[in-house]
């Protein structure tokens, strides 16, 4: 009977995993680069708090006051 050759066993199995793990690396990566891609395209970046704040008070300024009207039941 042969016995295996360990250093090459070794070295096969380093090599494995060495393309595992380039393989892992490169899929993160594109995961990530994906991710940012959809948080750019679908989340709107924030404004500055003045500006913001500044935009609240325009829209709070141009908005009129609901007309105080009673509806009877009995009106259509």
């Known amino acids: 009977m042969t016995t295996p050759n360990l250093a090459t066993s070794g070295h096969t199995t380093k090599r494995w995993h060495q393309r595992l793990r380039r393989e892992l690396i490169w899929a993160l990566a594109l995961k990530l680069i994906v991710l940012f891609a959809l948080k750019a395209a679908f989340f709107p970046h ?11 008070a325009d829209r709070m300024a141009s908005s009129t006051a609901p ?6 039941k009995d009106q259509p």
Do not use: C, K, M, Y
């Open 67 to 72: 007309a105080h009207e009673t509806i009877s």
């Open 46 to 56: 924030r404004l500055p708090a003045d500006v913001a704040a500044q935009g609240v």
